[in-house]
């Protein structure tokens, strides 16, 4: 993982879709709404009791039968990919998506109207800055069934290339590319979702695409169509007479581009890797992708992406002058011995701190943890992280003397590693959200011999002193 030069960006007010659901033929309204920091995407059902939501991660998908479908405590989202690939392409990172049904509207099949509206509102930035994960090593996921395989590996920038066969004469082969997420908007957000007619008379005759219509799906006619299958054909998308076009296309459609379905499944990679839940940087080399194949890419790469977080340790030169020494410490933090924790400030910024500590047999708390066998005990490292949290809390008062800081959220703890005397104790502090009104939201890790020790996210608010 790299942090970037740039910062997250969100919309820069509401904005609403109406239109219909492809497989529910019922009526959708969404509303993409700007969302907080660090909060990605996720999908809020505001026609359910609870309003609930479901985030777009890729443990929660749970089919891959025409689109990306996810459930989260019985709460369903289908097909997510078309929304999530155009704010990928937009390249906005905090968005809440508001539907009173469960699926998107399908609108032309397309990312096209998703990327108008955002577009509409515009893209504000945000205070934290991007995190990116930096492809260093070639990952690759196989379905050994269809012969379908994703492959990263590094580059300068995200890059998508879909490498589609389909056994088809009036289809074949055909590539696409995408060398810049800056270019999603003209060359790939218009590129319309399709199927082949052997495949939309099953889904007819199963009552699903009740939303479709001739002008949100582009059907290739691979087989002869009977007068039977045609009629059916008519009556389904309301229109009196059907045809098939020269280029084996059903109707009336015009091609945007001779290589548009090539064009749509590396619409549907970006929208599905989006699942993957954090930027990337590398190239994506996708040979007869599906929704599948890519769910279960963005699973391994997810996976990937937190266990390289969480094994990340950060480098620091312990023998350079501290930022702050221990009398420093003391001068901003009411903590004393032998219930201070911090000996040193190694970096400080309006989004994160560092501190140190050296673990010494000293330590009252080894008399009786454990004799013969001393353990620093867990709450203590939580303990030390938050006083680190401390400095970077108090440091938005001038006068931090007259301040005491209290705790008022602990979740996700989890110790990795036992401390014990000798060790030298790095404890890294991000904010997980601006603070406001003295409240510190932040991601806090505790490191040492080059490994994870600790790890918990933590929420504290300063308090002015009632003696002063």
């Given at each position: 993982m790299t942090t970037t030069n740039n910062k997250q960006r969100t919309i820069a007010k509401e904005v609403i879709l109406k239109g219909v659901g492809l497989h529910t033929g019922k009526d959708v309204t969404m509303k993409f709404v700007p969302?907080?920091?660090n909060h990605g995407y996720a999908f809020k059902r505001v026609d359910l009791e609870g309003q609930p939501i479901i985030e777009a991660d890729?443990?929660?998908?749970?089919?891959?039968?025409?689109?990306?479908?996810l459930e989260k405590n019985g709460v369903k989202i289908q097909t997510s990919e078309h929304v999530l690939a155009a704010l990928v392409g937009m390249e906005i990172d905090n968005v809440l998506i508001e539907l009173n049904a469960p699926e998107p509207p399908i609108m032309d099949g397309s990312s096209k109207y998703f990327v108008e509206a955002l577009e509409i509102v515009g893209a504000v930035d945000q205070e934290v800055d991007r995190e990116e994960y930096v492809v260093k090593d070639v990952i690759s996921y196989k379905d050994e069934a269809t012969g379908s395989e994703i492959t990263i590996i590094p580059a300068d920038r995200y890059q998508v290339t879909t490498m589609v066969d389909f056994g088809t004469k009036v289809l074949g082969t055909q590539n696409a590319t995408l060398e810049d997420l800056t270019d999603f908007k003209t060359e790939i957000a218009d590129a319309r979702t399709f199927s082949f007619l052997h495949e939309l008379e099953a889904l007819l005759e199963n009552g699903l695409i009740k939303g479709g219509d001739l002008n949100n799906a582009i059907v290739y006619v691979d087989k002869e169509i009977s007068e039977e299958t045609m009629k059916k054909l008519e009556k389904a998308f309301d229109k009196k007479k059907l045809s098939v076009k020269p280029?084996?296309?059903?109707?009336n459609l015009t091609l945007h581009q001779p290589n548009e379905a090539a064009r749509h499944k590396l619409l549907d990679v970006i929208g599905d890797l989006a699942l993957a839940g954090t930027r990337i940087r590398g190239k994506v080399i996708a040979n007869k992708p599906?929704?599948?194949?890519?769910?279960?890419f963005a699973k391994k790469l997810s996976k990937i992406i937190k266990a390289e977080m969480r094994n990340q340790v950060p480098k620091f030169d312990l023998n350079q002058p501290p930022l702050m020494d221990v009398n420093q410490i003391m001068a901003m933090l009411p903590h004393r011995p032998p219930f201070l924790f911090v000996d040193r400030i190694l970096e400080l910024s309006d989004q994160h701190v560092v501190g140190m500590k050296n673990v010494t047999m000293n330590e009252p708390f080894f008399l009786g943890h454990f004799p013969g066998a001393p353990v620093m005990p867990g709450v203590l490292q939580v303990e030390a992280m938050a006083q680190t949290g401390g400095i970077l809390v108090l440091s938005t008062v001038p006068d931090p003397e007259n301040y005491l800081t209290f705790f008022m959220k602990i979740d996700k703890v989890k110790y990795r590693q036992q401390v014990m005397p000798g060790d030298t104790l790095i404890f890294q502090c991000k904010l997980i959200t601006p603070i406001r009104r003295g409240i510190c939201h932040m991601q806090a890790y505790s490191y040492a011999n080059g490994k994870l020790v600790c790890e918990a996210e933590m929420m504290a608010q300063i308090s002015r002193r009632k003696d002063v």
């Open positions: 969302a907080p920091e890729a443990n929660y998908v749970v089919n891959t039968q025409r689109g990306t479908n280029n084996g296309i059903l109707d599906g929704h599948f194949v890519n769910t279960q």
